[in-house]
């Protein structure tokens, strides 16, 4: 493992690993339109690792830019964290979707906005400071939980 860190930018290509790397606590920028020269310049200015599939743009990056190898999503986030030394924290504070704050916010002031039977079962609930989307443990936090849990898992007997 040559650093340890928990700041990227990925490249257009590694969406889903951008996502799933912001379910363990990392602080990923990712931008769908972005372009190369950006990518670079948003790692350079932010002191991030820009992560890419492109030799090229891994190459430019210098040593700012990692080379993710596998073009499978599970096999990526294992790639990252044993890398980087991540410990993964399941609990973020990051928004998955736009990598901004996830805050607690009163069960009441989101009655309107989510579902009868999701206000009625759970007690809490978080608000996205940048994207405005709700969030709370439900079913595909649980599944997100066990598909991590697998990964790691499969780290810990391979490494």
Known sequence: METTT???VADVM???LARWLRLIGCDVYYDSTGEDS???SRALAEDR???SADHTLVRRAGERGYLVISDNFRKQLAQIVVHFGIEPNLDSDICPDCNGNLR???KPSVRADV???TYLTHDRFRLCSECGKIFWQG???ELAE????KILANIETSG
């Open 6 to 8: 928990n700041k990227f």
């Open 14 to 16: 590694l969406g889903r």
């Open 38 to 40: 950006a990518l670079l």
């Open 49 to 51: 690792v820009l992560l």
């Open 104 to 106: 607690d916010v009163p």
């Open 115 to 117: 579902p009868e039977y």
């Open 139 to 141: 079913s595909h936090r």
């Open 146 to 149: 066990k598909e991590l849990k």
